[in-house]
């Protein structure tokens, strides 16, 4: 079992960046492939970006490709992302996800456990 929570959105303009980080209980997070998603209103939740539990494996969608990084801290039990160059077409919540497996996968129902989600807000 992990329980995740999220933390570091706001508001930012265009052009600035934010850095996300995720916070996971559970004695086994390290074996966790962890995932980024977003949702933006009347939008269904994306894919963001994706890190292996080893070895540092990462898989980003194209839409974020450059601008964003994954990254996992595992004896912090934390993962973060770093989002640079922010556009208004960046707002969304962003949520944490974890994944019981090590493959990287975009769909959202391939992960387990999810957390509430924190607010991106970018403006013009």
């Known amino acids: 079992q992990v329980q995740l929570n999220e933390s570091g959105g ?9 850095r996300l980080s995720c916070a ?13 998603f977003r949702q933006a209103p009347g939008k269904e939740r994306e894919f963001v970006a994706t890190i292996s539990w080893s070895y540092g494996r990462t ?3 194209d839409s974020v490709k450059g601008r964003f990084i994954i990254s996992r801290d595992n004896a912090k039990n934390a993962v973060y992302l770093q989002m640079n160059s922010l556009t208004p077409a960046d707002t ?5 996800a974890a994944r019981d497996r090590t493959t990287l996968e975009t769909p959202d129902d391939r992960y387990d456990y999810w957390g509430q ?3 991106v807000t970018v403006s013009e």
């Open 59 to 61: 898989y980003y969608a």
């Open 92 to 96: 969304a919540i962003y949520y944490c």
């Open 24 to 36: 996971a209980s559970g004695r086994t997070f390290s074996r966790y492939t962890m995932g980024w």
């Open 117 to 119: 989600g924190t607010q």
């Open 10 to 18: 706001g508001l930012v303009q265009a052009g600035g960046s934010l």
